[in-house]
T-cell receptor
Framework: DQQVKQNSPSLSVQEGRISILNCDYT??????FLWYKKYPAEGPTFLIS?????DKNEDGRFTVFLNKSAKHLSLHIVPSQPGDSAVYFC????????????FGTGTKLQVIP | GAVVSQHPSRVICKSGTSVKIECRSL??????MFWYRQFPKQSLMLMAT?????????EQGVEKDKFLINHASLTLSTLTVTSAHPEDSSFYIC??????????????FGNGTRLTVT
């Protein structure tokens, strides 16, 4: 049962354009959402997060949008840079216990120079 | 700050042997650490939550006798894959939150361990 889904396994974007990565979730108990970036043979690194009480959070070139009614979130990267090429994981957790983080399957982003 | 060191980065072992993977928080204390496993082209699957000074909490379907977790100090958790078999070959990643920062603080990940069982 995949509670966090990233339906696009890969995405190619031209340098300078906008990259939009999408994520859907099914667990209505999730109240905190995060995006992680992962390079091959390395652990994920935290990128940006959003609480369920917000619908947008922005940090430099990265913006995360949350649509609670649709159980959907997206990560916008603008302008995209070649160094952004990596696998992006959407993740979520609830407020209970150890706040165990559930990850999506990842989207491989390739930014073409 | 908030660096997690995982060792070894790569290990090859023979079927039936045991392998220990270490996860250290270098510049912070971590009361709780998490062990994940990633299969090729798949998500990171949480295996267990490691708690300093107490027993680990395993996710459903994860054999606790096969994947032994010890969290002996606030900066070290170990995962031992016992009697390894080829199907245990995978990428294992540990993560930790800085103690006292609350559940919404992000996880900090090690660089993972690629285990190959021959």
């Amino acid at each position: 049962d995949q509670q966090v889904k990233q339906n696009s396994p890969s995405l190619s974007v031209q340098e300078g354009r906008i990259s939009i990565l999408n994520c859907d979730y099914t667990n209505s108990m999730f109240d905190y959402f995060l995006w992680y970036k992962k390079y091959p043979a390395e652990g994920p690194t935290f990128l940006i997060s959003i609480s369920s009480i917000k619908d947008k959070n922005e940090d430099g070139r990265f913006t995360v949008f949350l649509n609670k009614s649709a159980k959907h979130l997206s990560l916008h990267i603008v302008p995209s840079q070649p160094g952004d090429s990596a696998v992006y994981f959407c993740a979520a957790h609830d407020s209970g216990g150890y706040q165990k983080v559930t990850f999506g399957t990842g989207t491989k982003l390739q930014v073409i120079p | 700050g908030a660096v997690v060191s995982q060792h070894p980065s790569r290990v090859i072992c023979k079927s039936g042997t045991s392998v220990k993977i270490e996860c250290r928080s270098l510049d912070f204390q971590a009361t709780t650490m998490f062990w994940y496993r990633q299969f090729p082209k798949q998500s990171l699957m949480l295996m267990a939550t490691s708690n300093e000074g107490s027993k680990a909490t395993y996710e459903q379907g994860v054999e606790k006798d096969k994947f032994l977790i010890n969290h002996a100090s606030l900066t070290l958790s170990t995962l031992t894959v016992t009697s390894a078999h080829p199907e245990d070959s995978s990428f294992y990643i540990c993560s930790a939150r800085v103690s006292g920062t609350g559940g919404n603080s992000p996880l900090h990940f090690g660089n993972g361990t690629r285990l190959t069982v021959t």
